[in-house]
């Protein structure tokens, strides 16, 4: 596991915007798939992305999924797809065609076995099981990760790629990446800034597999954290 500690959540998603091109840029003759989470600091790296990286990104190889979605339309501001596609797909004129949103109005146990499909029939596959080239996570106060909440850790032993949950605190239906493709990934980033996830974080770099986030951050292939300096304050 390695950790970069920026110190503002700007340079940080500057940081990892620069990584994912170089990444993709070392291997130019490949196609890459790669899931993103949201929240407000992928908003922010999609913003900057947009307008300060778009002419030196390879978007023509870029494949894109979704870690995980709430149950709702994609026009409304909790989507995941529709804040994405707002801030960066529409903005940078990515092709429809490489862009598999998770559909957040159909039923979630429906969606998560249509999805899981879906990500199956078009993301390379090792024994059976779908590899993303890059996860991008968060995680939440409480150590969640991917839609999966602190009670729900059996969703991280799912032989299914995607599966429904439920946000506890306020009953919202999601769909949400279990561990089978997290810990097949050929790389998984977390990105968390902010004082508030201080605490996580010390647990992902220092404690034992307590909550979602530190389970996947200890369990994963090739795992790299991108921090602010006060999300590292810990």
């Not at 850790?153 to 306020?170: C, D, F, G, Q, W």
């Amino acid at each position: 596991m390695k950790s970069y500690i920026y110190p503002t959540t700007m340079e940080t998603a500057h940081a990892l915007i620069r990584q994912l091109i170089k990444m993709m840029n070392n291997e130019p003759e490949r196609t890459f798939y790669l899931a993103f989470s949201g929240g407000s600091t992928p908003s922010l790296m999609f913003d900057i992305w947009a307008n300060e990286y778009r002419e030196v990104t390879p978007w023509t190889r870029m494949r894109i999924y979704w870690v995980d979605e709430r149950c709702v339309p994609a026009e409304d501001c909790e989507s995941n797809y529709g804040t994405m596609r707002r801030l960066l797909l529409d903005v940078v004129g990515m092709p429809r065609e490489h862009v598999y949103p998770i559909c957040g109005t159909n039923d979630p146990e429906h969606e998560a076995v249509n999805y899981s499909a879906r990500v199956c029939a078009t993301v390379p596959l090792r024994d059976g099981l779908p590899v993303f080239d890059v996860v991008l996570l968060g995680a939440g106060d409480d150590g969640h990760t991917s839609s999966i909440f602190p009670g729900q850790e059996h969703l991280l032993s799912s032989s299914h790629p995607y599966e429904a949950s439920v946000n506890p605190y306020n009953g919202q239906k999601r769909v949400a990446m279990t561990g089978s493709p997290l810990f097949t990934a050929r790389k998984l980033i977390f990105l968390i800034t902010g004082k508030s996830k201080a605490d996580v974080v010390r647990d992902i770099l220092e404690s034992g597999d307590t909550g979602p986030a530190a389970y996947v951050a200890h369990h994963a292939g090739d795992v790299e954290l991108f921090l602010d300096a006060q999300a590292a304050g810990q």
